[in-house]
């Protein structure tokens, strides 16, 4: 069934049946596949997307539930200004080891540093804790978060 | 104008000559790591290095990243003895074709020990061939020449002429004997022992493809496979229509498959337009399963197996120094104790997936894959194909930790592809992933130490409960006769008894290691505590001279020096002995495998049975070269917090012959806020550099459960921690 979903700004027509997740929309119906499956669930984070500027899980988010939100992927979120500051954060404390789930870490960063520009520890665990890394580069993304935000690293971290 | 240059000492194949669009191509090849040795000579093209006319220097990154780091450190190495500009280099995943590039897996830390001297040499060969050429060109002796990053100079500082002005004549010349040129001195090292970013982090922040899940292939359909719950289990019954009734879903049909549970097992494949057609059509499926031998076994089957075991002879033997049970009789002190761990699975973030094209006989395949070469063996035995025509291409992986080095997910592709007559793209859900994975096995251990009345081991007994039948262990459980205090104890006896398995089990991130580190360290520190030491002490005391413990050159042989070296190093970061506050402990292991020496601290508090980790300090040695400092520091921080969090709350259970979790809901994994810092020393050692995949995390479970007992008093045996605490 034709629907229009506006993806990083475009407005495509996507031929999908209305209960089919975002996610597969976005990756298998427009190629957009930097947005990672990993659980299908909602527990791991990889699949994080920002709906309205919400990050979102769009393994559990269907096509009809997203209607004619404005839909953001990691594709896209350079053009947010804090979206690209996260994105120069990461490349520059250099987070990724295997890198599956850092789409769905920078979508969670930038959806948190919208809401805090200067997020706490606790802040950072709360808003991070949903996004599994299973190489465990938490230390260097709580680091760039850090960063991305100006701000120094705390005794937590360690350094 | 090609020429190849044979160096049987060494083994190692050269080839110079004109890249594509013009230019220099240097190959090489390692013939001792490939089977079929005879055939290298024939057909060793391809290139390694390519340095076009317009100077652009790309070099080949021949091995599968998965998160280790080494499609950058490894074009590292010969970009430095090449002499290039390390931010001018473009890294290109290599074809396969272990005829060229010789072993081209990834697993065991191997990598960087394997590859530190050819690959410097493939970049010293190239450099000499372009100071020849400009030699030639200036029509000046070759030894009055030498260069700067990306170009060739004189010595009196006249002339330079860059790299790609002179790769058309340099790719004329015949290649050189790389035992003829003089490696860098590491003083002068530009690129090697800098800090270096990952080659791809700019396009994994931005989303770019880069992945197996990440390929898609024209006209390609998407497949989804529901294997039985039970290990190769068949179908009895199935009526396919309600799937083939799903819009979008194009074929569905039965797997009979066989009944080795590394090859292609049974079970219904759907295939449609889209994945998640696919899957609901998959959804829409009731399938009966037949009853299979192997529907019984259980985890707590095995634990009463292995208790029973325990109580008998040991089956066998795998080696004994002195006598253990006079020892015994006549020691001051006798500690006992029963180690356990539960079987444990990868969970690689990235679902197994595989895409095939199978057309004509032959089959291309995009896979991330972390040992090919046995994939193609077990493609072609399945579909009765060629190995020839097979093509493998390499994909970046989201994870390996081991996972991707068997190849099932390769052999169900091809054949879904060859069934349906159409490039197809199978992904399995992270439940498929979770419930068919080949399992870090289960182990039961019974313990056995004395002691004399100074305190010092006199002797050391480990009754190892595992997998196997006969003399035959499974994949993955097996156990070396030398494991430390081998050598350091006087009397010592290390005894298996096994039990069969229908579980597939294999290799996990510092396989063994990862839980001997757990029982060895975590009993050594409890022998401590018995003798009234300070478990670093001990662990001094026990090491004792610096000295090699078994053969020299032999991937288990054990230097008690640089164990003591990073032992040093870890008390000393994490300030151990200091006072600490009511609830808080400090725990100490060191752990040798994969030719590295660790040493871990971890600091945890706990309050009323919360535990919280606070910290870790890790030292490491490795060598006398760091590579790539950056990514060493993500291996070491990422496989500390990996033990750690295996060890928090990691666990596969087996019920009716089935795996009972199924997401990351009941196999919970370290999360963010329970990720402590963990902070990394090296320690340099005259010694060839080694891999840092693995070795960082064996000791780090044993740490963690010796601060506990630090912190409260309650010894952890048996993994995971889980709710022990409470």
Same mark, same amino acid.
């Given at each position: 069934?034709?629907?229009?979903?506006?993806?990083? $700004?475009?407005?495509?027509?996507?031929?999908?049946?209305?209960?089919?997740?975002?996610?597969?929309?976005?990756?298998?119906?427009?190629?957009?596949?930097?947005?990672?499956?990993?659980?299908?669930?909602?527990?791991? $984070?990889?699949?994080?997307?920002?709906?309205?500027?919400?990050?979102?899980?769009?393994?559990?988010?269907?096509?009809?539930?997203?209607?004619?939100?404005?839909?953001?992927?990691?594709? $896209?979120?350079?053009?947010?200004?804090?979206?690209?500051?996260?994105?120069?954060?990461?490349?520059?404390?250099?987070?990724?080891?295997?890198?599956?789930?850092?789409?769905?870490?920078?979508?969670?960063?930038?959806?948190?540093?919208?809401?805090?520009?200067?997020?706490?520890?606790?802040?950072?665990?709360?808003?991070?804790?949903?996004?599994?890394?299973?190489?465990?580069?938490?230390?260097?993304?709580?680091?760039?978060?850090?960063?991305?935000?100006?701000?120094?690293?705390?005794?937590?971290?360690?350094? | 104008?090609?020429?190849?240059?044979?160096?049987?000492?060494?083994?190692?194949?050269? %080839?110079?000559?004109?890249?594509?669009?013009? #230019?220099?191509?240097?190959?090489?090849?390692?013939?001792?790591?490939?089977?079929?040795?005879?055939?290298?000579?024939?057909?060793?093209?391809?290139?390694?290095?390519?340095?076009?006319?317009?100077?652009?220097?790309?070099?080949?990154? +021949?091995?599968? !990243?998965?998160?280790?780091?080494?499609?950058?450190?490894?074009?590292?190495?010969?970009? !430095? !003895?090449?002499?290039?500009?390390?931010?001018?280099?473009?890294?290109?995943?290599?074809?396969?074709?272990?005829?060229?590039?010789? !072993?081209?897996?990834?697993?065991?830390?191997?990598?960087?020990?394997?590859?530190?001297?050819?690959?410097?040499?493939?970049?010293?060969?190239?450099?000499?061939?372009?100071?020849?050429?400009?030699?030639?060109?200036?029509?000046?002796?070759?030894?009055?020449?030498?260069?700067?990053?990306?170009?060739?100079? /004189?010595?009196?500082?006249? *002339?330079?002429?860059?790299?790609?002005?002179?790769?058309?004549?340099?790719?004329?010349?015949?290649?050189?004997?790389?035992?003829?040129?003089?490696?860098?001195?590491?003083?002068?090292?530009?690129?090697?022992?800098?800090?270096?970013?990952?080659?791809?982090?700019?396009?994994?922040?931005?989303?770019?493809?880069?992945?197996?899940?990440?390929?898609?292939?024209?006209?390609?359909?998407?497949?989804?496979?529901?294997?039985?719950?039970?290990?190769?289990?068949?179908?009895?019954?199935?009526?396919?229509?309600?799937?083939?009734?799903?819009?979008?879903?194009?074929?569905?049909?039965?797997?009979?498959?066989?009944?080795?549970?590394?090859?292609?097992?049974?079970?219904?494949?759907?295939?449609? /337009?889209?994945?998640?057609?696919?899957?609901?059509?998959?959804?829409?499926?009731?399938?009966?399963?037949?009853?299979?031998?192997?529907?019984?076994?259980?985890?707590?089957?095995?634990?009463?197996?292995?208790?029973?075991?325990?109580?008998?002879? @040991?089956?066998?033997?795998?080696?004994?120094?002195? /006598?253990?049970?006079?020892?015994? =009789?006549?020691?001051? +002190?006798?500690?006992?104790?029963?180690?356990?761990?539960?079987?444990?699975?990868?969970?690689?973030?990235?679902? &197994?997936?595989?895409?095939?094209?199978?057309?004509?006989? +032959?089959?291309?395949?995009?896979?991330?894959? &972390?040992?090919?070469?046995?994939?193609?063996?077990?493609?072609? %035995?399945?579909?009765?194909?060629?190995?020839?025509?097979?093509?493998?291409?390499?994909?970046?992986?989201?994870?390996?930790?081991? *996972?991707?080095?068997?190849?099932?997910?390769?052999?169900?592709?091809?054949?879904?592809?060859?069934?349906?007559?159409?490039?197809? =793209?199978?992904?399995?859900?992270?439940?498929?992933?979770?419930?068919?994975?080949?399992?870090?096995?289960?182990?039961?251990?019974?313990?056995?130490?004395?002691? /004399?009345?100074?305190?010092?081991?006199?002797?050391?007994?480990?009754?190892?409960?595992?997998?196997?039948?006969?003399?035959?262990?499974?994949?993955?459980?097996?156990?070396?006769?030398?494991?430390?205090?081998?050598?350091?104890?006087?009397?010592?006896? &290390?005894?298996?008894?096994?039990?069969?398995?229908?579980?597939?089990? #294999?290799?996990?991130?510092? @396989?063994?290691?990862?839980?001997?580190?757990?029982?060895?360290?975590?009993?050594?520190?409890?022998?401590?505590?018995?003798?009234?030491?300070?478990?670093?002490?001990?662990?001094?005391?026990?090491?004792?001279?610096?000295?090699?413990?078994?053969?020299?050159?032999?991937?288990?042989?054990?230097?008690?020096?640089?164990?003591?070296?990073?032992?040093? %190093?870890?008390?000393?970061?994490?300030?151990?002995?200091? %006072?600490?506050?009511?609830?808080?402990?400090?725990?100490?292991?060191?752990?040798?495998?994969?030719?590295?020496?660790?040493?871990?601290?971890?600091?945890?508090?706990?309050?009323?049975?919360?535990?919280?980790?606070?910290?870790?300090?890790?030292?490491?040695?490795?060598?006398?070269?760091?590579?790539?400092?950056?990514?060493?520091?993500?291996?070491?921080?990422?496989?500390?917090?990996?033990?750690?969090?295996?060890?928090?709350?990691?666990?596969?259970?087996?019920?009716?012959?089935?795996?009972? &979790?199924?997401?990351?809901?009941?196999?919970?994994?370290?999360?963010?806020?329970?990720?402590?810092?963990?902070?990394?020393?090296?320690?340099?050692?005259?010694?060839?550099?080694?891999?840092?995949?693995?070795?960082?995390?064996?000791?780090?479970?044993?740490?963690?459960?010796?601060?506990?007992?630090?912190?409260?008093? =309650?010894?952890? *045996?048996?993994?995971?921690?889980?709710?022990?605490?409470?």
């Amino acid at each position: 069934m034709p629907t229009s979903l506006k993806v990083n $700004g475009q407005v495509h027509t996507v031929d999908a049946e209305p209960d089919t997740p975002l996610l597969w929309v976005l990756r298998d119906v427009l190629g957009l596949v930097g947005t990672k499956y990993g659980c299908g669930v909602a527990q791991c $984070g990889a699949c994080t997307v920002h709906i309205d500027g919400v990050a979102m899980r769009s393994c559990v988010t269907s096509l009809a539930r997203v209607g004619a939100k404005a839909v953001t992927t990691i594709e $896209g979120i350079g053009a947010n200004p804090v979206g690209a500051k996260v994105q120069e954060a990461w490349k520059a404390i250099d987070v990724p080891q295997c890198g599956y789930c850092q789409a769905g870490q920078i979508m969670s960063a930038t959806a948190l540093l919208a809401a805090a520009p200067k997020p706490t520890d606790d802040e950072i665990d709360a808003a991070m804790n949903g996004n599994l890394c299973r190489c465990a580069t938490y230390i260097r993304i709580r680091k760039a978060i850090k960063a991305a935000s100006g701000q120094t690293p705390s005794d937590k971290m360690g350094a | 104008m090609d020429a190849i240059l044979e160096n049987p000492s060494r083994r190692l194949f050269l %080839k110079t000559g004109a890249a594509a669009g013009g #230019g220099l191509l240097l190959s090489f090849s390692l013939p001792g790591l490939v089977r079929a040795e005879g055939e290298v000579a024939a057909n060793p093209f391809n290139a390694f290095v390519r340095i076009e006319r317009n100077g652009v220097v790309t070099i080949a990154a +021949k091995r599968p !990243e998965i998160g280790q780091g080494i499609k950058t450190s490894m074009p590292m190495l010969i970009a !430095e !003895e090449l002499d290039v500009d390390w931010k001018t280099v473009r890294i290109e995943q290599s074809p396969i074709d272990a005829k060229v590039f010789g !072993e081209q897996s990834a697993g065991g830390s191997t990598s960087t020990p394997d590859d530190w001297e050819p690959m410097r040499q493939v970049g010293a060969v190239g450099r000499a061939l372009l100071i020849q050429a400009a030699a030639q060109r200036w029509n000046v002796p070759a030894v009055g020449l030498t260069t700067e990053p990306g170009f060739v100079v /004189d010595k009196a500082g006249k *002339r330079r002429a860059s790299y790609g002005e002179l790769a058309q004549a340099a790719a004329g010349l015949p290649a050189r004997d790389p035992k003829t040129l003089t490696l860098k001195d590491p003083k002068t090292y530009r690129i090697i022992g800098k800090a270096q970013p990952q080659s791809d982090t700019p396009a994994i922040v931005t989303g770019q493809p880069l992945y197996g899940i990440d390929v898609r292939v024209p006209g390609m359909l998407y497949a989804t496979f529901l294997k039985a719950p039970v290990f190769a289990a068949k179908v009895a019954k199935i009526d396919l229509a309600p799937a083939k009734a799903v819009k979008g879903v194009r074929h569905v049909f039965v797997v009979d498959g066989g009944s080795e549970l590394e090859g292609l097992l049974g079970g219904v494949v759907v295939v449609a /337009d889209t994945w998640w057609q696919a899957r609901k059509g998959r959804n829409a499926l009731e399938v009966t399963w037949a009853d299979h031998p192997t529907s019984a076994q259980s985890s707590a089957g095995f634990i009463a197996k292995a208790a029973e075991l325990h109580g008998q002879p @040991p089956h066998r033997n795998l080696k004994t120094v002195g /006598d253990v049970d006079a020892a015994l =009789k006549g020691a001051a +002190k006798v500690v006992k104790a029963d180690y356990s761990y539960p079987f444990n699975a990868h969970a690689t973030l990235e679902p &197994q997936n595989c895409t095939a094209s199978f057309k004509d006989g +032959k089959v291309e395949i995009w896979a991330p894959a &972390q040992n090919p070469e046995d994939g193609r063996e077990l493609v072609a %035995k399945t579909l009765g194909i060629k190995p020839e025509d097979i093509t493998i291409h390499f994909t970046r992986s989201g994870g390996g930790f081991g *996972r991707r080095l068997m190849n099932d997910f390769m052999v169900e592709a091809a054949w879904i592809s060859k069934t349906v007559g159409a490039p197809v =793209k199978l992904l399995w859900t992270r439940e498929d992933d979770m419930q068919h994975d080949f399992y870090r096995p289960a182990g039961y251990h019974r313990l056995t130490a004395g002691l /004399d009345a100074q305190g010092g081991l006199t002797a050391w007994r480990n009754h190892f409960v595992t997998f196997g039948e006969g003399t035959k262990f499974a994949r993955a459980a097996n156990i070396s006769g030398t494991q430390f205090p081998y050598g350091a104890v006087e009397n010592y006896a &290390q005894d298996v008894s096994v039990m069969p398995l229908g579980v597939p089990t #294999g290799w996990l991130r510092a @396989p063994g290691n990862n839980a001997y580190g757990f029982v060895y360290q975590g009993f050594i520190d409890e022998v401590a505590y018995a003798a009234g030491a300070d478990p670093v002490e001990f662990r001094r005391k026990l090491l004792g001279a610096p000295r090699l413990i078994g053969e020299p050159g032999k991937g288990d042989s054990f230097h008690t020096g640089r164990m003591r070296a990073v032992l040093d %190093k870890a008390a000393e970061a994490s300030g151990w002995g200091r %006072k600490t506050e009511k609830g808080v402990g400090l725990g100490v292991a060191c752990h040798y495998s994969h030719r590295g020496y660790v040493a871990v601290v971890v600091e945890v508090v706990v309050n009323d049975g919360a535990l919280k980790v606070r910290k870790a300090w890790a030292a490491v040695d490795v060598g006398k070269q760091i590579v790539n400092p950056n990514g060493a520091e993500q291996q070491v921080q990422g496989s500390v917090l990996d033990g750690i969090g295996s060890a928090l709350g990691q666990q596969i259970t087996i019920e009716n012959g089935a795996v009972a &979790q199924s997401n990351f809901g009941d196999f919970p994994m370290l999360r963010l806020a329970d990720a402590p810092h963990v902070e990394v020393r090296f320690v340099i050692s005259d010694n060839p550099p080694t891999g840092l995949g693995e070795p960082a995390l064996p000791p780090s479970p044993a740490a963690l459960v010796n601060a506990i007992f630090a912190a409260t008093g =309650k010894r952890i *045996r048996s993994l995971p921690i889980g709710d022990q605490l409470a």
